[in-house]
Nanobody, 123 residues
Framework: VQLQASGGGLVQAGGSLRLSCAAS????????MGWFRQARGKDREFVAL????????RYADSVKGRFTISRDNAENTVYLQMNSLKPEDTAVYYC?????????????????WGQGTQVTVSS
């Protein structure tokens, strides 16, 4: 499975961005999908998860109510709509496919990763 993240950029605080993650490969639509982020000098942290059918979503407390994860299985694409952005949301955002039974907030649960897309929120 290959994952390609896009949609990052520079936005002012309070603004919005939508990230996309295009998946390719024979089993691309067979996994729950997550978004993680890593700010400079910090550990990679969980942001959101969506189940295979798209009916189950989970969010980090820091983004709940502001970010929405969705997926289009026909297009093998996962989205992260980010609203009311804050400077502390600045990070490289990664999409990943959950391939292992580890807890969904841990990076070790994900066996495939995209290359990351930079999101910068100015104050």
């Amino acid at each position: 499975v290959q994952l390609q993240a896009s949609g990052g950029g520079l936005v002012q605080a309070g603004g919005s961005l939508r990230l996309s993650c295009a998946a390719s490969g024979r089993t691309a639509g067979s996994y729950p999908m997550g978004w993680f982020r890593q700010a400079r000098g910090k550990d990679r942290e969980f942001v959101a998860l969506i189940g295979m059918s798209g009916r189950t979503m989970r969010y980090a407390d820091s983004v709940k109510g502001r970010f929405t994860i969705s997926r289009d299985n026909a297009e093998n694409t996962v989205y992260l709509q980010m609203n009311s952005l804050k400077p502390e949301d600045t990070a490289v955002y990664y999409c990943a496919a959950k391939t292992r039974a580890d807890y969904f907030t841990t990076a070790t649960a994900y066996g495939y990763w995209g290359q990351g897309t930079q999101v910068t929120v100015s104050s």
